[in-house]
């Protein structure tokens, strides 16, 4: 039983490791593996995926995959417990998953599903001889016992040499030396090259992170279980629809340009109350109403539909792009060309409105059309068509549940309202008055705010609410509503204890 269970996990491995490896001339979505999580991504139902982001955060793909790993595991030991040939249907089974997983990635075609099929066919093979050699009558000289050991060792070299083959040329092919090799454009100064150096926008206060969020710890939310890997000489932007005249943009075009540098505060959706789905950068681009007038606008258009490398969709309100506001196609992050998981080589940056309608990293194509013509990824997930940004604030410090000296103790925090600006912020502890904190002074209504109160912190349990008001005098609102559809709501608050 043991024996047989090994052998299905082993010929699982099998068909994910030469799957991996057959799938590198066709890329990573035609990789079972990726194929089938990809797939997962895109048809999980909002209440899962809404659990998956507020218990893993982040670390959402990582839980996919060790999540994925387990049920293939589970199955694989049960399908070599049914032993061939009823283990060979079953794997026949995972496998036409994997094959309609591969089929309907966006971009794909029918050469999409060999790798999973020569994966399933050298699997059943390695199945079916592992399962005889467990199965053979005992030997009388430990023959078979060694026949099983040895073609088990065999089975789990081809599974693990073939997955890492693959993994290691499919992440050779990667664009770190294009990347590395990307001239940035001089954007023209209109704004101070290091926001912050001749403003105070930044409070040097323990535990509130820095005005400028590096890149490192800029948060990153996307579908692409596999990073897109595009190459900026090969990278075009087409620019097509209800337009007078096509453009197709290339780098080399990009260069002839005036760049510009703005920091705007980027945020997403799915951030909770309170949480870190938010982060502000200094973004090097392009504008877009530049390069939508040149295309010229058609009557009637209300929306553009961006769409990136990896068929990821979003649908921005046109007259958002063409206001006049800081709409970016960014290439530079922080003075850097963009990392990778930001949208290497191109993405969109629009102040105002969440990332999903709006973000669109590795972009490829914008469409100028009609909200009543066409839908996009998360708004066919039941999403907000227009995604404007809530006003909403955070306490960053003290950190809640911890346990704080008595005395003064400083509450500091960061408040948001993209593109129409922070006016105040107020704290409360416990039941008490709402006191207005010191803000730090505002960069652009475009960017978050840092803020601070000092407070003589007497020894108990206390619990602090943050409130923002926003440049109209509005106060951010009570009400706790969830992220589904279009952005949490709700006063953040910490408890601490002081001592
Ligand atoms: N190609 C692609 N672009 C995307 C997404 C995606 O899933 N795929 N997610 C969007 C969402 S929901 C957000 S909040 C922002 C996040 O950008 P960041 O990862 O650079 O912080 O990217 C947007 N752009
Ligand atoms: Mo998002």
């Not at 893993?56 to 589970?74: P, Q």
């Not at 592992?130 to 073609?151: C, H, M, N, V, Y």
């Not at 997930?381 to 404007?388: A, F």
Request: proline share 6%.
């Amino acid at each position: 039983m043991l024996k047989r269970a090994l052998s299905g996990l082993l010929a699982a491995g099998v068909i994910l490791g030469v799957g991996e490896l057959v799938s590198v001339p066709f890329g990573p979505n035609s990789s079972p593996f990726y194929a089938v999580g990809s797939a997962v991504v895109d048809n999980t139902p909002e209440a899962v995926r809404e659990w998956a982001i507020d218990t893993f955060g982040t670390s959402d793909k990582t839980a996919l995959f060790v999540g994925m790993s387990l049920i293939i595991a589970a199955l694989a030991a049960l399908a070599g417990i049914m032993r061939a040939p009823r283990g060979a249907v079953l794997f026949v089974g995972l496998g036409a998953a994997g094959v309609i997983a591969a089929l309907t990635r966006t971009g794909n075609n029918l050469l999409d599903a060999i790798p999973t099929v020569t994966g399933v066919a050298v699997g059943i093979v390695v199945l079916n001889a592992l399962i005889r050699a467990a199965e053979s009558p005992e030997p009388t000289q430990g023959i078979s016992r060694r026949s099983f050991l040895g073609l088990a060792v065999a089975a789990g070299a081809l599974a693990v040499v073939a997955g890492t083959a693959g993994r290691m040329i499919g992440q050779a092919r990667n664009v770190t030396a294009n990347r590395l090799a990307f001239l940035l454009p001089t954007p023209k100064p209109q704004v101070p090259i290091s926001p912050g150096a001749d403003l105070n926008t930044t409070m040097n206060i323990d535990g509130l992170p820095s005005y400028i969020t590096p890149n490192e710890d800029f948060y990153r939310i996307d579908t692409a279980l596999v990073l897109p890997q595009v190459p900026s000489n090969t990278w075009k932007l087409r620019i097509h629809g209800m337009v007078e005249r096509e453009l197709e943009i290339t780098f080399e075009d990009l260069m002839q340009r005036e760049a510009v540098e703005k920091t705007v505060t980027l945020t997403c959706v799915s951030n909770i109350v309170g949480g870190d789905l938010v982060g502000n950068a200094t973004w090097i681009g392009y504008p877009l109403k530049d390069l939508l007038e040149e295309a010229g606008i058609q009557d009637g258009a209300d929306m553009v539909l961006s769409s990136s490398y990896d068929a990821f969709t979003a649908g921005t309100p046109l007259e958002v792009l063409l206001d006049g506001r800081d709409a970016l196609l960014a290439v530079g992050m922080n003075g850097q060309p963009l990392p990778v998981r930001h949208g290497y080589p191109a993405r969109l940056v629009v102040p105002g409105l969440y990332g999903y309608v709006s973000a669109t990293k590795w972009v490829t194509d914008l469409e100028v059309t009609r909200f009543d013509k066409v839908t996009a990824y998360w708004t066919d997930r039941g999403w907000g068509e227009l995604g404007p940004i809530k006003t909403a604030s955070r306490i960053d410090t003290p950190r809640s549940g911890r346990t704080v000296q008595a005395g003064k103790t400083m509450i500091a925090g960061v408040a948001w309202h993209q593109h129409l600006g922070i006016s105040g912020v107020d704290v409360q502890i416990d039941e008490g008055n709402w006191m207005p904190a010191t803000l730090s002074e505002e960069y652009s209504k475009d960017t978050w705010r840092q803020w601070v109160l000092e407070w003589d912190a007497p020894p108990g349990n206390h619990t602090i609410r943050a409130r923002a008001s926003d440049a109209n005098g509005d106060i951010q609102t009570s009400m706790t509503a969830d992220t589904v559809p279009d952005g949490a709501t709700g006063y953040p608050q910490i408890s601490v204890s002081v001592s």
